[in-house]
């Protein structure tokens, strides 16, 4: 855990949307 | 005067001169309705990425969230979360098929993008009329900006309230969205360094890295209020429980089919582009998002009677008053590029949607299609000087809750609309003009039931009870009459 229970979701949270958004970029608006 | 105030001004002219070369030149563009509501469909991915960012967070991202945070502590956070993962999403969702059907279709707003591609003037005029409630969007703007105009300048706060009127009336007048879009990739550039300075204050701040600062904010919140530190906290307005959750993550996702930023997606001039767009996008909010840890270290360093004040509080204690200066000018750049987008679309709803392509297309009006065109590009015009004249007797009297006000637009405009948007794009068998036109005052008239009963506390969490039973009822008669699909419609 880091920090506390609602850091540890916001890290792993922001770090995962952004990786979902990276992918479903890279997926599904490819030229 | 104190040096703060001073700034504050010669920061505001130095920004109202930009503000106002940008609008001088988005006039020499706008000679057409279609360059007046969508820039002519001919910008580029950075400068819309940017503006994007900037219309979808406003002076409530800088102000409201870190009063929440400040207030209600760390569940607060959420608020990132859900703007960080599902507001984008709907974006990416939305984004591709609706601007590349727009290559034939060559609609100006969201409204008129539905009653063309159902091709109903039930759904055409209906959605316009829905996203009419945006007024009250605009008029929590005006309040804020007032707010902050009173509180740095010193200016009474009616008197702000039609200072800031003034500003956004008259680049949006003269220049509709070509200005608008300028203006709002400049201003999401100072949004982007106050995020990131306030974010960083923490090294400065407090003791150690990052880690170490958090865990002292943490314990000092944790022995005040155990529920500060929890991932929900009952006394919250928003995040009180796992379904206030969820239905923030729901509305979050229908935020992006807001009409202020769909109308740039229809900007956009290369549909090839877009990836490009919703990436600068993601990048400026992630940034913007930052600001509202500002709002957990105020809780732990200032003690304000007023949440929205703890952000402003924070920063002078924090830094030096020209940073209290910038943050004022970062509020009100907030509020503007907001402001102007909804402005573009409201009078883009009275000039092309209604006026245009309902009441001169059906004959109601008998008018040549160069006079109605020309007529049509004046009532945009009208239009902006008539709902800020509207938007700021609404705030005349200062609202309680200035998030409260701009919720009530956006759900109303999403419980509406969101149904038939999302099938026209992925349920073309089951988009009837039946359904949509059921999914629509479905959708309206559940979300106004629940708002007015109060039944739901969070605002957005009943804006996402609205969306998901206009979605539901779109589906259900989609389903049921799909067979009356014409040749046009399909």
């Not at chain 2, 002219?13 to 988005?26: D, K, M």
Request: one cysteine or more; aromatic letters at 12%.
């Amino acid at each position: 855990m880091w920090v506390n229970e609602m850091m540890t979701i916001w890290l792993y949270g922001t770090i995962g949307a952004l990786l979902a958004s990276a992918i479903s970029l890279a997926i599904w608006y490819r030229n | 005067m104190t040096d703060a105030r001073i700034m504050t001004w010669v920061g505001l002219v130095i920004f109202l001169a930009l503000v106002a070369i940008l609008g001088y030149i988005g006039s020499k563009k706008t000679s057409t309705i279609a360059d007046f509501s969508i820039a002519g469909a001919s910008l580029g991915p950075v400068v819309l990425g940017l503006a994007y960012a900037a219309t979808f967070f406003s002076a409530s991202t800088f102000i409201g969230y870190t009063g929440w945070a400040y207030e209600w502590g760390f569940s607060s956070l959420w608020i990132f979360l859900t703007l960080i993962a599902a507001s984008p999403l709907g974006l990416i969702v939305i984004a591709k098929r609706a601007r590349a059907m727009n290559i034939t279709q060559k609609s100006l707003s969201l409204p008129d993008w539905l009653g063309d591609r159902y091709d109903s003037d039930f759904v055409r005029v209906g959605a316009a009329l829905i996203c009419l409630f945006n007024i009250f969007y605009i008029a929590a703007q005006f309040a804020a900006g007032a707010w902050i105009f009173n509180t740095l300048l010193g200016l009474p706060y009616d008197v702000g309230v039609v200072f800031i009127a003034v500003i956004v009336v008259a680049y949006v007048f003269g220049g509709g969205s070509y200005a608008d879009i300028y203006t709002d990739a400049a201003q999401a550039l100072l949004m982007v360094i106050m995020g990131l300075l306030v974010f960083f204050s923490v090294f400065w701040m407090f003791d150690g890295g990052l880690t170490s600062a958090m865990t002292q904010i943490s314990e000092t919140l944790g022995e005040r209020d155990p529920n500060l530190v929890a991932v929900t906290n009952p006394d919250s307005i928003v995040f009180y429980s796992i379904p206030a959750i969820i239905g923030a993550f729901i509305i979050q996702f229908a935020f992006a089919a807001q009409p202020q930023l769909f109308n740039k997606v229809l900007a956009l001039k290369d549909p090839k582009d877009m990836r490009r767009m919703i990436l600068v996008y993601i990048v400026a909010a992630l940034c913007f998002l930052l600001v509202i840890f500002g709002g957990l270290y105020a809780a732990v360093t200032v003690d304000v009677e007023n949440l929205d004040k703890s952000l402003l509080s924070y920063v002078t204690v924090a830094f030096p008053p020209i940073v209290s200066a910038f943050l004022g000018l970062v509020i009100i750049a907030a509020a503007m590029s907001t402001t102007d987008g909804i402005f573009v679309v409201m009078s883009t709803i009275v000039a092309n949607d209604i006026y245009l392509k309902f009441l001169v297309r059906r004959g109601y009006i008998k008018k040549s299609q160069a006079e109605a065109e020309q007529t049509a590009l004046w009532l945009s015009r009208i239009s902006v000087i008539v709902v800020g004249v509207i938007a700021s007797l609404i705030v005349f009297n200062p609202p309680e809750s200035i998030g409260m006000f701009i919720w009530i637009g956006i759900s109303g405009v999403a419980s509406g609309t969101l149904g038939p948007l999302l099938a026209s794009l992925f349920f073309p068998a089951m988009a009837t003009r039946m359904a949509a036109s059921c999914s629509l005052v479905a959708g309206l008239v559940s979300y106004l039931a629940i708002l007015v009963s109060g039944a739901i506390k969070s605002t957005m969490a009943a804006g996402s009870v609205g969306v998901v039973i206009g979605l539901a009822v779109m589906l259900a008669v989609g389903y049921a009459t799909r067979h009356h699909l014409t040749k046009q419609e399909g």
